[in-house]
């Protein structure tokens, strides 16, 4: 055999051999449409894999379900390396010995390195008494949109507190107008509503140390008592479709989830100008100080029990969720999907989302403001009675 051929025979067997030990992880994403799927996985191809040697095969699925999925999927150790879920879901996982403890598996510097970028108020959420069990991937928040240019006619600002909005609700009913409630509403998940006016009086649902239900103290009853009022006391819609009465101007102040910016920016040009996001009305405390926190929600992602690739996949979440894959991840989706924006998880990928600085600096503010729903045991039945609790006042 010549030299040649020789040297031919060793790169072909050398590359084999490479292509072998090229490790291969498993990601199950949820609730994402497949073109933002397909832009991960092109990001993947053009930049993780060339760098660490490491491929990654996404599977997508819906959120209904999705929860019963990976349990039986843990019963029966077919977990993929990557799970993906509500912020409560991978603490339930962790709980349940699911997924692992990130900090005590890759150490507490290097999961405090991917946490600094990240939104403070879903990374607590998934800190179990000392055990991280993921880290967030996108976020969302009830937010405030207002008809600047109708409350501007009718001589009103955007309200700053709920009062402020209690004196303006007789001016705009009078005028065959109102405020209204998308995401949060009665029909549209209540007891987010009702949670976001809880946590802004100083209550809460259960202690997080003692699992105590705070929902009898006074605090949280105020707050509840608060959110069925602008129904029945103030006479707020309990219904309604809120895409076509805010751009009506039906109702020209809206409490809706950030992924309605989305819709109102790209589906409604001719009322470009006349509207502004801004905070969520705020209560104001005893101590003289107005809180604006509001309901905040998300997908977050862990790493599962049973993988063998645990390296692999930290290194994965470090590079997909730092801030320059983030960034472009938020910046290409509406470039290839118009009318699709994702709000990341990632604080500085805010800045990539292409929409007016006012709006970020306003979203900025809405998201470092407000805290996830956190983990306890029961956490799905008392949101299942909150929600009976507001249909029956």
């Known amino acids: 055999m010549s030299k040649k051929n020789l040297w031919v025979l060793i790169l072909v067997v050398l590359s084999s051999i490479s292509l072998c030990a090229a490790q291969k992880i498993e990601v199950w994403e949820v609730g994402y449409a497949n073109e933002s799927i397909n832009i991960i996985k092109d990001l993947i191809a053009e930049d993780f894999t060339p760098k660490t040697g490491i491929e990654v095969e996404i599977s ?5 379900g999705m929860f019963n999925k990976v349990l039986l999927a843990m019963a029966s150790n077919s977990t993929p390396d990557i799970i993906a879920g509500a912020p409560d879901h991978l603490v339930e996982y962790g709980v349940r010995g699911g997924v692992l403890d990130l900090r005590e598996h ?3 510097e290097r999961v405090k390195a991917v946490e600094k970028n990240l939104y403070p108020g879903t990374t607590q959420a998934l800190n179990f008494r000392g055990n991280t069990f993921g880290f967030v991937e996108t ?11 109708i409350l501007s006619e009718l001589g009103m600002s955007i309200p700053k507190t709920w009062n402020d909005l209690h004196s303006m ?24 509503g009702s949670y976001l ?18 929902l009898l103290e006074p605090n949280s009853l105020q707050g509840f008592a608060n959110y069925v009022e602008l129904f029945t006391k103030y006479g707020m819609p309990k219904e309604g479709v809120s895409f076509q009465m805010f751009k009506t101007g039906e109702w020209p102040v809206l409490l809706d989830i950030s992924a309605f910016y989305a819709n109102v920016y790209m589906a409604a040009p001719e009322i470009k100008g006349k ?18 926190e509001s309901f905040m929600g998300g997908t977050t992602l862990g ?3 049973d993988t063998k690739n645990k390296e692999a996949a930290f290194k994965f979440l470090e590079w997909y ?11 290409m989706v509406p470039e290839k999907m118009p009318g699709a924006m994702i709000f990341s998880g990632n604080i500085k990928a805010t800045q990539a989302l292409p929409m007016p600085q006012e709006d970020k600096q306003k979203f900025y503010e809405q998201l470092n403001n407000s805290l996830a729903f956190s983990y306890f045991p029961g956490g799905a039945a008392v949101q299942r009675e909150l929600n009976f609790a507001v249909h029956n006042v």
Do not use: C
């Open 197 to 214: 006016m809880i946590k802004q009086n100083g209550g809460g649902w259960v202690d997080g140390e003692t699992f105590k239900s705070l």
């Open 169 to 192: 609700l007789p001016k705009l009913q009078a005028r065959d107008m109102n405020a209204g409630w998308g995401y949060g509403g009665i029909n549209g998940g209540p007891q987010w």
């Open 303 to 305: 790493i599962a029990r």
């Open 275 to 292: 509207w502004k996001v801004d905070l969520v009305p705020g209560t104001v405390r005893s101590d003289g100080t107005v809180s604006h």
């Open 139 to 149: 976020t969302g928040v009830i937010t405030g949109y207002y008809r600047t240019d």
């Open 106 to 108: 890759f150490g507490v």
């Open 321 to 331: 969720l730092s801030d320059e894959t983030q960034s472009k991840f938020v910046k």
């Open 60 to 64: 997508n699925f819906p959120w209904e």
